[in-house]
């Protein structure tokens, strides 16, 4: 995973650790959504998110997340990316 701050990249556990800890917003607006599926248990989906509430402060961002369905068909992230909107 990829974040705007350090320590940037984040690798396996790093990536569960840091998510675990992360305060959830109270509400979410996605729009301009993307889906890609390049193999059978690969997809990309890519969107704008616009996210608010709880005393935190508003962000707007560009991101893509990448699932891969497991042997169960369970899927799971194995990429995310955001890179904040310079302008609105």
């Known amino acids: 995973m990829v974040l705007p701050r350090k320590p940037f990249v984040l690798r396996g556990s790093e990536t569960i650790e840091t998510v675990a800890h992360t305060p959830r917003w ?3 607006e996605f729009s ?3 889906i ?3 193999e059978e248990r690969v997809v990309i989906i890519a969107y704008h998110a616009r996210t608010h509430g709880d005393g935190r402060r508003a962000y707007a961002g560009w991101c893509t997340t990448t ?3 497991t042997g169960n068909d369970d899927w799971r992230v194995v ?3 955001k890179t904040a909107a310079v302008s609105e």
């Open 67 to 69: 699932y891969h369905a």
């Open 79 to 81: 990429q995310h990316h």
């Open 36 to 38: 890609t599926q390049p």
């Open 26 to 28: 109270s509400a979410v």
């Open 32 to 34: 301009d959504q993307a």
